[in-house]
């Protein structure tokens, strides 16, 4: 796992790169993945935003770096 600040965003390193979410198949930039704490322990939650501007998240293991 990659550093978190006290903030609770982890330093990832395709952060501020394009990355296609394997799940729904759609590619944007990764802005932030953060880490939320449920009942069951901690998430790894991805912001990924599109070139609409309009963001979506996924599971942090659902990224990868897209290819152009």
């Known amino acids: ?30 802005v932030a993945v953060t880490h939320e704490l449920h009942s069951h322990g901690t998430v790894r939650i991805a912001h990924i935003r599109p070139a609409s501007g309009v963001e979506w998240t996924t599971a942090a293991d659902n990224i990868q770096a897209a290819h152009p």
């Open 1 to 30: 796992m990659n550093p978190v600040g006290s903030d609770g965003y982890e330093h990832h390193p395709l952060l501020d790169t394009h990355v296609r979410d394997i799940a729904s198949r759609g590619e944007g930039v990764l």
